[in-house]
């Protein structure tokens, strides 16, 4: 079995006119993977302008990271990934993260924003999702400073904040349209998991629960909380029940409470994500937007279900 490197550039910028991916950034980083000692192959289209599958001979990550340099050092904004080629290549289990994976914003800083707080809450959650906090311990403290507010602001967060990241339904779609299965979960709260999950066509969600009493937030969790361990939890039981194992399993998040997960399918993929997750992780996108996760298996951009 041999290795495959996946190129992919922004296709909102393609979209514009702008050449994301052209063929001397093909060369540049084949000659690259080259010189770094791994034989290249067969460059396989799978959006012109936009992503290219290259075969390639040798060690996963030593290719990645031998495109990547090239890429970096041209000062290209194009990702790159590399992973064994095979039947398996085509995931059978989709299990993201939602806040600023799916959707665009961390909804407990748009929370915070109505109860007068959130600079403050904001910067606790770009520390939490760093991993420089106790995921737990830093929810519950940012939860507590809801305690008050009239439950109908969560209505309002999700109408006036929450927006979906670009590519999620296609992703949810095309990949459910080729008999996989979809499941949110998230540190976040099950208000928003619902919608998401029903807007994006998840098959399950997974996330933690307000407590609200009289109609408004108690400031509180309903126990237990949903962090890291519980991800990883959710990851395997539906990779179990859904995928036939890990190997058939894509997970992808952008915070630390994220990594394990991300670590433990068979294709992992920090999104966007902040610089502890994206160093550990196999795959990183830093460029592209969540088709990009199509491309990685391999999916060509006619096969896309387009649903966004």
């Not at 606790?124 to 519950?140: K, P, Q, S, Y």
């Not at 099950?190 to 066509?201: E, M, P």
Request: aromatic share 4%; with cysteine; charged share 20%.
């Amino acid at each position: 079995m041999g290795t495959v490197l996946t190129l992919i550039g922004d296709p909102v910028k393609a979209g514009s006119g702008e050449t994301v991916l052209d063929q001397g950034t093909i060369d540049l980083v084949r000659r690259a993977v080259e010189a770094a000692g791994h034989a290249t192959g067969t460059v396989t289209a799978l959006h012109d302008g936009v992503a290219v599958d290259i075969a390639a001979e040798g060690e996963a990550v030593a290719v990645r990271d031998a495109a990547e340099a090239a890429l970096a050092g041209a000062g290209l904004p194009v990702d790159a990934a590399a992973q064994p080629d095979g039947p398996t290549r085509r995931r059978r289990l989709l299990v993201s993260d939602m806040d600023s994976t799916m959707i665009t914003c961390e909804c407990i800083d748009e929370l915070a924003d109505f109860a007068g707080v959130k600079a403050e809450v904001s910067a606790v959650t770009e520390r939490a999702m760093r991993g420089e906090l106790d995921f737990a311990e830093a929810l519950t403290a940012r939860v507590a400073t809801l305690a008050g507010l009239a439950d109908g602001v969560l209505a309002r967060a999700f109408g006036e904040r929450v927006r979906l990241m670009p590519g999620a339904r296609t992703l949810v779609a095309t990949m459910r349209s080729q008999g996989a299965r979809a499941v949110l979960v998230s540190g976040g709260f099950t208000y928003f998991t619902a919608r998401v999950a029903a807007l994006c066509g998840f098959d399950d969600h997974r996330a933690n629960v307000l407590e609200i009493e009289d109609g408004r937030l108690t400031g509180r969790v309903v126990p237990p909380i949903l962090g890291a361990d519980a991800k990883v939890e959710a990851l395997d039981h539906y990779a179990e029940l859904w995928a036939g194992g890990l190997g058939s399993a894509l997970a992808v998040g952008d915070g630390a409470n994220d990594l394990p997960m991300i670590v433990q399918a068979g294709l992992g993929v920090a999104y966007h994500a902040k610089p502890r997750v994206a160093a550990a992780a196999p795959v990183r996108i830093n460029h592209g937007d969540l088709t990009a996760l199509l491309y990685l298996q391999g999916y060509a951009r006619d096969e896309f279900l387009v649903a966004d």
